[in-house]
């Protein structure tokens, strides 16, 4: 079982950066997958970024792709998500997931969620 929490959301102007925090419970989140979605009102879910287990290989969304980041830290059960050059358009709901596929891009792939976080991109 692992438990997910984000933190680092709130407000920004277009052009800013932010850093999203995700922390993970349990034993096994240096051995799991991490995903970052994001859903904005009345879209679907949508996938973000994604890195392996060891933080070796990432996958990004080609609408933030060359913009945000997404890294862990094993020895603090924690991943994170690096937004910068924010756009009104990134504004939603961001969620981490974890799960056990090497780079995961699909939402049923992902068996543990955390809460979510908003982030608001003001123009």
């Known amino acids: 079982q692992v438990q997910l929490v984000e933190s680092g959301g709130g407000l920004v102007q277009a052009g800013g950066s932010l850093r999203l925090s995700c922390a993970a419970s349990g034993r096994t989140f240096s051995s799991t997958a991490m995903g970052w979605f994001r859903q904005a009102p009345g879209k679907e879910r949508e996938f973000v970024a994604a890195i392996n287990w060891s933080g070796a290989s990432t996958y990004y969304a080609d609408s933030v792709k060359g913009r945000f980041t997404t890294s862990r830290d094993n020895a603090k059960n924690t991943a994170y998500l690096q937004m910068n050059s924010l756009k009104p358009e990134d504004t939603a709901v961001y969620y981490c997931?974890?799960?056990?596929?090497?780079?995961?891009?699909?939402?049923?792939?992902?068996?543990?969620w955390g809460q979510g976080t908003q982030v608001t991109v003001s123009s």
């Open positions: 997931a974890a799960g056990w596929i090497y780079i995961a891009t699909k939402r049923n792939e992902y068996p543990y």
